[in-house]
């Protein structure tokens, strides 16, 4: 599957930004569907995922609350609303995919074979 991300930008600190991540392919909806973010310096890291066939929705603590994860199957998208964002969360997000999988490892990046080519996002203080 090939993924495209979009939807990032600059935003003051506690606005909200809605990133998107379009699909191809047919079979979308048996893929387990990830958000992930590297900043500056750092590693890469969860943010959240959300299961293929509706199966749940999970997060990082520290978006818990702030940020929300949800999939279109008939458009192929999946979507990560992020609300009261903070400068800390300043970074290049990833969608990625897979074939769904073991429930524990749905926050590794290493478990994820397709990724999209990451939207920035800059908050600012």
């Known amino acids: 599957v090939q993924l495209q991300a979009s939807g990032g930008g600059l935003v003051q600190a506690g606005g909200s930004l809605r990133l998107s991540c379009a699909a191809s392919g047919r079979t979308f909806s048996s893929y387990d569907m990830a958000w992930f973010r590297q900043a500056p310096g750092k590693e890469r890291e969860f943010v959240a995922a959300?299961?293929?066939?509706?199966?749940?929705?999970f997060y990082a603590d520290s978006m818990k609350g702030r940020f929300t994860i949800s999939r279109d199957n008939a458009k192929n998208t999946v979507y990560l609303q992020m609300n009261s964002l903070k400068p800390e969360d300043t970074a290049v997000y990833y969608c990625a995919a897979r074939i769904r999988g073991i429930l524990s490892t749905v926050r590794f990046a290493n478990e994820y074979a397709s990724w999209g080519q990451g939207t920035l996002v800059t908050v600012s203080s």
């Open positions: 959300i299961r293929s066939l509706g199966g749940g929705t």
